[in-house]
């Protein structure tokens, strides 16, 4: 979508007239800060800004030091950008990867009140304070300012602003695929793997994170493959892959996570690139794809010198420099110099001279040699070999730099100071092979000596690494390695392959191995000077990373998180392996024996709306009802999520309040009859000739001896012994239950009994299904329960001595075929009453006009837990944790002392499960009966003590009863089953305390005198 309208732009003056892949033809406007610019189609944002002269494009993120583009594609560190207005808006965006469309509308980052004047660059001039992990040191006194330095530091933490309006107007989608090979990388090593998978008749998915394949070809003039520049070679392989019926081109599409059993996830970027977007389109699409062999041609990234002022606008990666050149017809500089340790610097140079610019190289090699150095000697280009730029100067632009002679690894400036007037400097400090994908996939790495990178060594999935990424720069070696690596994919994967002749690469030679030198003196004392630059985005410099070594930050992964490096939206990909390199010499090792971070995924940041697609709002979670649901809200319910079922919460009649609801419905229970739709409890089928030993190993208690027709209740405990869930489990018949558990808990435990089943248990002839929703259930409780049943037409005898409790039987209820199970979650007498799903509706309608002579009353899930409170009955989830054990909640009467195992048998003999301190279920009654404790209070012996309070335990649930007439609660305490008569107190955050006694659970009709009516 376009996101404004701009005005007739200024011609831009730093375009060649001539060169590029962009369509000169098609000439598009911009708006960067509020100034209208003119591009092209083909331009990123990054390039059409160069071609306009603008190198100043964002702040770094904690001085606020000037930022310009660095490079030129999804490595880039600074120029992160808010695109879009209003809802549309998105922060972070690499401009390097952002396609021109006209009316687009971008903003510059991390800078008030403007990007050329912004306050917050006080803190470059307040450097000195701000080392690295200053966050860790400051802020500690006095306590009491610390909600003020809070806000503070919240306030400036992060990089961009998210829209304003929330609800993302754009359209996602989710894809799933499955593949024989799958290539991460167009390239030229891509697309000859891609070339030699397709040829097989494999189906071939190939995914580009540019919006065209041929990786750094692209920025290639120079190149020729069979006889013909490189552009022809890659249009003439794209179009014979695109002709392949099984091979997937995915331009713009970022492979971004590597998981286990080569199942990965792509990011498309469908619709991104156009102003308007089609209807029919979504704008980005995520690709689940699980693949038999999968091919990594990532490539690699450049490194940049580490040098004073190095983060400077205008100082560049050398090889950006040639792409925006070759690729995009922009030069971003007219005095140029280009600063390298290898030969790859010299094309950059080249490709300057011959766009009309001014350059001097300056090489720390002392005597390099090759047909590239050669050839910029002959073109008249100077050559300072064993020199270095020292340091870097300019204010919103690079201005000067200084240069000098230095030693074999740049440590100590040798001879005097020469200045050079430059508006761009061309950087290069080698190229390091992108292995984050390798690294996700738990591949291991291995230190090239020669190439001074880590490249891959061995692989844990079914992969294989071709090209630059694979530590192979040169471009026919390159090429060789991506047939060699399609030809093995395609053969584990199960094809044959046919011989692909390799093509003919014609190019310079050059040599790839770059001089060591990871931090350039700068002619002053250590630690003097401008600051070096290791990490830009996240303003890491040289300085901090020794000061993080100093004290005793040793561990890549610790130095990482203490000073930030390697943190921002790039993951380290320009600054890893300097920050290592320097970090080894800090500590006096090799960089190998530092090792490296972890690669974690995304590749790249990646869209959480795409991650998301659809399922977002009311699609988010499905919402489950009941078959009565249409009846609760006809009359009037309120609802609460409990897992994702929608159940009544309370029935308000007119002019009630929420208490006043459940208040009623509470007492109905207890005097009448109240009905409440008990259909989301989990049921799950168990069945086999195993199913009484499968649940004796699950359960606590024993289940072997258990009659046919008859129901017991049981405690579920994971293996460390802790409470997981409970509910009753009926026998129907002799190899056949019915379990009923927690309504959040029916998928975690089917999974967790499938998982036992499948992996521990194979030979236990038992099969378990899921039939929540194959049953409607209306629980029936009171001491009018019985009578109202008998007035519903029930066909069998309810007196107790025929229908005892935790009993079941089969049954018709007005004609409704019925299972009545006698259990009960109440105290009364309760008849919980499953019918199939279709007759739910009917059965309740049913029995409400059955009762409604004898005041029956529908109660909700707040009433239900009121009315098991004043029982004493848990709720998993409410009074545990996950740490508490049967003998916590004073159960150990249902933890079977016969049986020879059961899950969690030898934790609960674990020494600490018998420990007197341990958190114990308790009651609790307030002094003043009124009032009701607020759930989650913290309890306490002495609320006079100082802070922090030793803390006794919490209350885990709390009501009013109008049954007992009081507040009433239960609470975990420290020892509470020994605290029984003993006061507590519950400090609340206004400062006032609640006075409470500790009791039994059980607060109404201790002897259980009501149950059977």
Known sequence: MAFGKTKTPAPQPCRKADNGRINRAKSISFTFDGKDYQGYEGDTLASALLANNVHLVGRSFKYHRPRGILSAGSEEPNALIRLGKGAYAEPNLRATQIELFDGLYAESQN????????????????????????????????????????????????????????????????????????????????????????????????????????????????????????????????????????????????????????????????????????????????????????????????????????????????????????????????????????????????????????????????????????????????????????????????????????NKDATKVVGDQLHLDVDLLAISGGLSPAVHLHSQARGKLQWDDTKLCFKPASVHEACFNAGACNGTFDLASAMKDGMRSGTKATIAAGFKCADVDIPFVDMPKQSWRPLPAWKIANGHDAGKGPKAFVDFQNDVTATDIGIAAREGYQSVEHLKRYTTMGMGTDQGKTSNINALAILADALGSEIPEVGTTTFRMPYTPTNIGAIAGRDIGTLFDPVRVTCMDDWHRAAGARFEHVGQWMRAWYYPKEGESMSDAVNREVRAARVSAGILDASTLGKIDIQGKDAAEFLNRIYTNGWSKLAIGKCRYGLMLKDDGMVMDDGVTTRLGENHFHMTTTTGGAAGVLDWMEEWLQTEWPDLDVYLTSVTEQWAVATLSGPKAATILKDAQIDIDLTPGNFPFMSMQKCHIGGIPARIFRISFTGELSFEINVHARHGLALWTHLMKAGKAHDITPYGTEAMHVLRAEKGFIIVGQETDGSVTPQDLNMDWIVSKQKADFI????????????????????????????????GAHVVVDPNQPMPMEMLGQVTSSYYSPNVNRSIAMAMLKGGHKMMGQTVYLPMLDGDVIEAEITDTVFFDPKGERIDG
């Open 111 to 406: 800078r008030f009140p403007s990007l050329d004047f912004d306050v917050g660059a006080v803190n470059s001039l307040l450097a000195r304070f701000f080392p690295a992990g200053f966050y860790y040191k400051t802020f500690m006194w006095p306590a009491s300012l610390w909600m003020t330095y809070e806000h503070v530091i919240r306030n400036a933490a992060g990089l961009g602003k998210v829209a304003d309006d929330h609800n993302d107007p754009d359209r996602y989608e989710k894809t799933n695929a499955h593949c024989d090979v799958l290539i991460a990388g167009g390239g030229a090593s891509g697309l000859m793997a891609a070339l030699q998978a397709g040829r097989s008749g494999a189906r071939v998915i190939l995914a580009d994170e540019q919006n065209e394949f041929g990786g750094w070809l692209l920025s290639e003039n120079e190149v020729e493959i069979d006889d013909e520049p490189a552009s022809a070679w890659i249009a003439k392989t794209v179009a014979i892959l695109a002709a392949m019926p099984d091979v997937t081109l995915l331009p713009r599409t970022t492979v971004f996570g590597y998981m286990d059993s080569n199942y990965l996830t792509l990011n498309e970027r469908v619709t991104d690139h156009l102003g308007e977007r089609p209807a029919h389109l979504p704008r980005q699409r995520l690709w689940k794809v699980r693949a038999k062999q999968v091919v990594l041609a990532q490539g690699a990234h450049e490194r940049p010198l580490v040098f004073s002022g190095n983060d400077l606008p205008g100082v560049m990666m050398a090889g950006a420099v040639r792409s925006y050149i070759n690729r995009y017809g922009v030069v971003p500089g007219n005095r140029t110099a280009v600063f390298t340790n290898n030969d790859d610097a010299y094309k950059t140079a080249l490709a300057l001279h011959e766009s009309g610019a001014y350059v001097t190289v300056i090489d720390l090699r002392p005597d390099p040699r090759g047909a590239l150095i050669t050839a910029a000697k002959r073109a008249g280009i100077d050559v300072l070999t064993g020199h270095a730029v020292t340091i870097a100067h300019g204010a919103k632009r690079i201005a000067r730099i200084e240069v000098a002679p230095v």
């Open 904 to 935: 969690g048998k030898r934790a609960l003999a674990r020494q600490s499960m018998a420990l007197e301190n341990r958190k114990q279920l308790v009651g609790l009654q307030t002094k003043d009966p009124k009032r009701v404790i607020p759930e």
